[in-house]
């Protein structure tokens, strides 16, 4: 049978995630005493323990014993992702959005009680709009303020910014901390720092589908030769995150990891682009300038300085 998670199995591993427990443990004191919300946006970097968070908190609801990192064959079957009680609201196979048909597939039985567990749990892979349609977004907002006692809700974001408002009026936000990544942790406190501040991660990839497939291989092909001077890369790249602005943060995370894998030479001028996108980035929203105009300027003077 196959599995409903659309993550890798190393992101779901809550073992590899030590800075998340504590949230989980907050949430099972919450759900013995009878106060675990209906809603709950769960806020961090793609792939850094969100998605780890999600899974074993969904088995934790379902769970006929309500325990915690629990290894009953409920809380297996919901960590596999083959659970009756558990469905996941995603984007759909050869789609770019999630749809109201997406939406209203999967709360055709919203109503029912649960097949096995104490819960049935919904996990919207990705709160963000887009990929979630307004459409969408008003028939999921419907089911939010007329919420089911055995149902919860549990809505995946890297940015609460990126969520329309009413949907983030009608949930409980919790932030999953996550590490920087490994590959930035010999780049110095500069780098750590820079990594810190992305909104976003590597991970965020995952969230625009095949379409950031077709970025990330770009991006690849791109940025050495930005890295080289090329300002023809620079204006390619600043064109791609014009069309979706958040891309700023992926570069630079992009950049960093670069980084790590380049000659000791080129290292430092990987972090001075992974700074330059964020500024571009943060110019060109309080400037109401052009993205390619702001990033230019920016990198350039980031590579220059280098």
């Known amino acids: 049978m196959s599995t409903l998670w659309p993550f890798p199995d190393d992101a779901l591993r809550i073992s590899r995630f030590p800075a998340a427990s504590p949230v989980l443990s907050g949430l099972h004191r919450a759900l013995h005493a009878g106060t675990v919300p209906n809603t709950l946006l769960l806020v961090g970097e793609p792939l850094a323990g969100r998605e780890a968070v999600a899974a074993e908190l969904s088995a934790m609801l379902i769970c006929p014993e309500g325990r915690l990192f629990c290894t009953c064959s409920s809380c297996q079957r919901v960590r596999q992702g083959v659970h009756p009680d558990l469905h996941l609201l995603r984007v759909g196979v050869g789609h770019k959005e999630i749809r109201m048909e997406d939406v209203e597939e999967v709360l055709a039985n919203f109503q029912q009680v649960p097949f096995e567990g104490r819960r049935r749990v919904y996990v919207l892979a990705n709160a963000h709009t887009p990929p979630l349609n307004v459409f969408a977004a008003s028939a999921l907002l419907k089911t939010l303020e007329e919420p089911v006692a055995h149902a919860c809700w549990l809505l995946l974001a890297c940015n609460p910014l990126r969520v329309l408002p009413t949907i983030v009026s009608r949930a409980v936000q919790l932030r999953v901390p996550s590490s920087p990544a490994v590959a930035a942790e010999n780049l110095g406190p500069r780098a750590l720092a820079l990594l810190q501040a992305v909104p976003g991660s ?105």
């Open 202 to 306: 590597l991970g965020a990839l995952v969230e625009e589908g095949e379409e950031g497939e077709g970025f990330l291989q770009l991006a690849q092909e791109l940025l050495p030769q930005a890295m080289n001077g090329n300002y023809l890369a620079l204006l390619r790249l600043s064109a791609l995150v014009r069309e979706r602005p958040w891309r700023a943060s992926l570069l630079s995370a992009l950049s960093l990891a670069s980084a790590s894998q380049v000659q000791p030479e080129l290292a430092e001028r990987a972090v001075a682009l992974a700074e330059g996108w964020l500024l571009a980035q943060r110019l060109s929203e309080q400037l109401y300038l052009g993205f390619e105009a702001t990033a230019l300027a920016s990198l350039g003077r980031a590579l220059e300085g280098t």
